[in-house]
């Protein structure tokens, strides 16, 4: 189901709601400058939203590119990594797992000598 799609008509219905029921209401708007006079609230608005956007965009790119900069983080090899698994029978009831597997790794640094 198209769910970004039905949440953006939401949404600009929504707009389109506040800008009709805002066409008549006016406000002017001083730069110190210069004043501009009878400009419709919603416009204002939709203006003052669009430059808070250009104005975040920069800080939001810069925070982007610093973690795309990372190096990502590097796996803790585990213990276990390097050795291959034994079979079933060094892991029997009668033998110790523990002793079984140091007999493993003793008998494997004798085969790299």
Known sequence: MPWRLIVFI????VFM?????NLE?????NFGFTK?????????IFTSFILGVFCAL?????????QKD???????PKI????PMMDDAAYSDTIDPKAA???FLAERKKGKK
């Open 80 to 83: 276990d990594d390097d050795i």
């Open 58 to 66: 920069p800080l939001i790119l810069h925070i982007k590119k610093k």
């Open 25 to 29: 209401n006016k406000c002017d708007i």
């Open 101 to 103: 597997r140091e007999k």
């Open 10 to 13: 939401l949404i600009f219905a």
């Open 36 to 44: 501009i006079e009878q400009v419709p609230v919603f416009i204002t």
């Open 70 to 76: 990372k190096p990502p983080k590097e796996k803790k």
């Open 17 to 21: 709601v506040f800008i009709a029921f």
